[in-house]
């Protein structure tokens, strides 16, 4: 039946497999493929919060970005204090 959708065939070596399997069991997923597209969804993710990133570092100045850091170590420190 034809299909809008492409396939890929992929050869992957045996540890790439076993972390594969590591993850499927993990995530309860029984599907080499399936398991797949995820962690491939995932990093296209990764790689697009990562230009943005990329693009606000750019464009801010380093004071700016310093004052950005202190507002994160404090927040996280409020964090940490609440779990203890």
Do not use: H, W
Not at 13 to 23: E, R, S
């Amino acid at each position: 039946m034809p299909s809008d959708k492409k396939r890929i065939n992929l050869t992957i070596p045996d540890n790439i497999y076993q972390q594969l399997q590591t993850f499927k069991a993990d995530n309860g997923i029984t599907n080499d493929a399936t398991a797949c597209l995820q962690l491939i969804v995932q990093q296209l993710k990764a790689q697009e919060n990562e230009k943005l990133i990329r693009r606000l570092i750019n464009g801010t100045s380093i004071e700016q970005l310093r004052q950005l850091n202190s507002e994160g170590i404090a927040l996280l420190e409020q964090e940490r204090k609440k779990l203890t």
